[in-house]
């Protein structure tokens, strides 16, 4: 190559980009061959440039040599670091004369995790290192070896892949040390996600949902029972645009070999071996045991009736831990998990997932796949329902008897209702005579218009660029009272936030409200007379509060009292707000309306929970979501109600 | 979140020659990052969009206390954490040599929480090796960035630069066995 100082030193100066073109190329060729072929392919690749195949070789006998630079990044997670214990191997460990341990990567229950180089393979790794406790037999590989074998059957894009099985022995104590290979995934655990990010929405969570049925099939398919599913198993690897979208699933198969439908199984198929993991003195412990005697297997949570009894898995047990692990994602409490509500998922979900939990493992769906096209035709079902809504949305009546079946208004929005979930666009806000859907583009970020009748969509602000390479756009869209313009949030690019009113026609778009630094202006309602816009003040510090501003001189009137944090719209007559809020003595949510001058009145004081959604179109009769213990029926002691304003 | 006002005072107080205040500075700025980054790969097509475009201003407004910014896209944005940590950890590094050279007390740069093992000298010729990197390959020495000082995983790499992550893997291993080779071989001329 270029010009080189002694000792093959500052090889980089001078080198052109041509001929770091030429190394990169044929270097990363050599990459993708095993680490002993790579010499003759670059001699061949190269034989007739001297100075190229000098730094070809200095390169591969770099890729040969051991060196922690560059291995990691160069901060750790902060989880690392304050995890107390230390792994038990460091980066560069060698095991079973096989491994060479990277890094660290996570603790569970069954062992440490870590990112390791496989020298057979010659390629990346994670793998797990099961400590043995007195485990009931010396050669732990013989016990796991036919899991293996049906194990690395599995090829499916939603399974994370399993290797193989390897045994370090640790010359002071003589424990062996069990080692599973498998698939290096770059990502985290839907455990770590729903941390992070909360609980998904059911459109959210359904393609993960989808994916973990998927891949659990796979396993079912190869005669696996995975016994052990919960969120800790399920890889995600997430990409942008898509919230949660492919789902791994892993550490299948661990647990039991598929037992026949229940059955006791015969003495072979017993020798399947599970591990459970027992806490005692807050040390993790692995036990092994035999499949069909005792309790074993599983994560007490997620522990299937039949599981704690000590009875055979079968897929039905695994479809029981997927009902508990789709609540789970849902944001269903821990406590409720077993008997969910609508209240974090839609109606129809809520009998299909009861399904699942059934304590008889007969009456749940047998399979994974079954269990997630119910889900999905439940809300094809239920999309229809609402595409009928919508083309009777002039009618308040009629829009209300829907929305009784409606379950996806959603209170966040006070009176936004959701109507349509297309993935390119968020529709929100009916126009008063219902024939309009004003709602934001997700392809520009643009104010756009959908005709119900027609579908027609048509676009009415003009961004110049998507909003993928360009924040900004238009949020949270409200119809003037006389359907003729439309207010909405305009976030410019420059991180200035607006209020915009503009002509239903695209015309005479003006700017009414500019806000403060840092201030997200929520729109929630336009008073009857469309002289005053109720917003929420939404900002970084999260000091929200209401305020009210005047479309003719642009004022801004802060709310004052307890609707300032409440949800609340305008009232019906326009004078004064309407919001709920909880009776302090009765612990019931009443509806109160509070005047211009403060003082307050109770509107609706009914026992149980009302919480306001918004008001028909027509301001005649205001929606309200009920749970009291008298409702009964399939929403699970909730529903939406009505109220006629007298 | 780390408190508002803290990294600032942070900043200038470790500026103003207080390296304590790096040790504390740089898990906290890192943190920060990887979380507005994490929030940031996943915004597209999702109701918080723009909550993430506040979070990614706060950030870059208290990292450098500039207030007029805006970002031209994922990888404008990336690109410049990736300076802010290169930066920030060089700068160090420096510092940290130069004590050393003038007697004074030797400043370890794993001392602070979540450093891995890289001595100053191997940063600062690190620096060097990834400058001449970006004279013949500037997307090479970007993939090294975002991986070795922002801490992105190579699918999250090939997302903000619209590549494969084949491609990306290909090149990062590539760079880094070569910077890898740099280093071994200036550590040789220097014994």
Redesign the interface.
């Known amino acids: 190559m270029a010009p080189r100082g002694t000792e093959g030193t500052e090889t980089g100066d001078g080198m052109t980009r041509e001929q770091w073109s030429r190394v990169k190329e044929i270097f990363g060729d050599a990459l993708e061959h095993a680490p002993s072929e790579r010499e003759a392919f670059v001699r061949h690749a190269a034989h007739d440039d001297p100075a190229l195949l000098d730094e070809l070789l200095r390169l591969v006998k770099e890729s040969e040599r051991e060196s922690d630079l560059l291995s990691r990044p160069v901060l750790t997670d902060a989880r690392a670091v304050t995890r107390e214990e230390t792994p038990r191997f460091a980066p560069s460990a060698v095991l079973a004369r096989r491994f060479r341990i990277i890094r660290f990567i996570a603790r569970g229950g069954m062992g440490e995790v870590y990112e390791a180089e496989d020298g057979e393979l010659g390629d990346r790794v994670a793998l797990k290192a099961i400590r043995q406790r007195a485990g009931p037999a010396a050669d732990l590989r013989s016990l796991f070896r036919r899991e293996i074998q049906l194990a690395r059957r599995v090829t499916h894009p939603n399974v994370c892949r399993i290797f193989d099985i390897a045994q370090h022995e640790t010359g002071t104590t003589g424990e062996p040390v069990l080692l599973l290979s498998m698939e290096l995934i770059e990502g985290e655990t839907l455990t770590e996600y729903l941390k992070r990010n909360g609980p998904l929405t059911h459109a959210s969570a359904l393609p993960v949902i989808e994916g973990i049925a998927a891949g659990l099939q796979a396993v079912h398919d190869a005669g696996i029972i995975h016994g052990d599913l919960k969120p800790g198993n399920v890889m995600l690897a997430v990409r942008p645009g898509e919230t949660a979208s492919h789902a791994r699933v892993m550490d299948f198969g661990m647990a039991f070999s598929a037992a026949q439908s229940g059955e006791p199984a015969d003495t072979s198929d017993r020798e399947a071996v599970a591990f459970s993991d027992s806490s005692d003195a807050g040390e993790s412990t692995v036990t092994l045991g035999f499949a069909g005697q005792g309790p074993i297997g599983g994560t007490p949570d997620y522990l299937a009736p039949e599981q704690a009894k000590g009875a055979g898995a079968t897929a039905a047990t695994d479809v029981y831990a997927f009902a508990l692990l789709i609540g789970e994602m849902l944001g269903v409490p821990r406590a409720q998990r077993l008997a969910p509500t609508a209240e974090h998922m839609p109606t129809p979900w809520v009998n299909i997932l009861r399904r699942c939990l059934s304590s008889d493992p007969a009456r749940r769906y047998s399979r994974p796949a079954d269990l997630v096209q119910a889900l999905r035709s439940a809300l094809e079902r239920r999309s229809k329902l609402r595409r009928i809504a919508l083309v009777a949305a002039a009618s308040a009546l009629t829009l209300l008897l829907a929305a009784r079946r409606i379950d996806t208004i959603l209170r966040s929005t006070a009176n936004g209702l959701i109507l349509t979930e297309s993935p390119s666009e968020e529709m929100r806000r009916p126009s008063p005579d219902g024939k309009y859907l004003a709602g934001t583009s997700w392809d520009t970020g643009d104010l756009i218009l959908r005709d119900v009748s027609s579908g027609k969509v048509r676009r009415l602000t003009h961004k110049t660029t998507s909003i993928e390479s360009q924040f900004g756009g238009a949020f949270s869209a409200l119809f003037s009272p006389d359907g003729r313009h439309i207010i909405f949030m305009w976030a410019k690019d420059s991180d200035e936030n607006e209020i915009h009113m503009i002509g239903l026609d695209g015309k005479g778009e003006r700017t009414l409200y500019r806000a403060p630094d840092g201030e997200w202006p929520i729109l929630v309602d336009c008073s009857p007379d469309g002289g005053r816009i109720l917003f929420n003040r939404d900002r970084d510090e999260g000091t929200a509060g209401l305020a009210i501003l005047a479309v003719a001189d642009g004022s801004v009137q802060p709310v004052q009292g307890s609707a300032r944090q409440a949800q609340s719209i305008f009232a019906a007559d326009g004078r004064g707000l309407l919001f709920d809020t909880e009776n302090p003595r009765t612990n019931a949510w009443e509806i109160r309306r509070q005047l211009p001058s403060g003082t307050e009145s109770t509107l609706i004081g009914l026992p149980g929970s009302n919480r306001v959604i918004g008001w028909s179109p027509d301001r005649r009769r205001l929606i309200l979501f009920e749970r009291s213990a008298r409702t009964t029926g399939n929403l699970g002691g909730s529903g939406f109600r009505s109220w006629r304003r007298a | 979140m780390s408190r ?1 006002g803290e990294v600032t005072t942070l900043l200038s107080a470790w500026r103003g020659g207080d390296q304590d205040a790096f040790e504390k500075l ?2 906290i700025v ?2 920060d990052l ?1 979380r507005i980054a ?1 929030r ?8 918080h ?3 993430t ?2 979070l990614v ?2 950030a870059y407004l208290r990292l450098t206390g500039e207030r007029e910014r ?5 990888a404008h944005f990336f690109g410049v954490a990736a300076q802010i ?1 290169r930066n920030l ?1 060089v700068d160090h590094a420096r510092k940290a040599v130069t004590t050393k050279r003038g007697g004074g007390i030797a400043v370890q740069l794993d001392a602070g ?6 001595s100053p000298e ?2 600062l010729a ?1 620096n060097e ?1 990834l400058a ?2 970006a004279e ?2 500037p997307r ?1 020495s970007r993939i ?1 960035e975002l ?5 992105l ?4 790499i090939a ?1 903000v630069m619209d590549a494969s992550v084949r491609t990306v893997n ?2 990062w ?2 760079a ?11 550590k ?2 220097m014994a």
């Open positions: 508002p740089i898990p890192y943190a990887r994490a940031y790969m996943r915004s597209e097509n999702e109701g969009t723009l909550q475009t506040a201003h706060e805006t970002w031209e896209n994922r940590m950890l929480a979540g450093m891995t093992e890289i191997d940063l690190l090796a001449r990197l013949v390959d090479a090294v991986r070795y000082f922002v801490g995983t190579i699918e999250e997302e290909r090149e291993k590539t880094k066995t070569w910077l890898r080779a740099e280093l071994r071989g200036r040789r001329a």
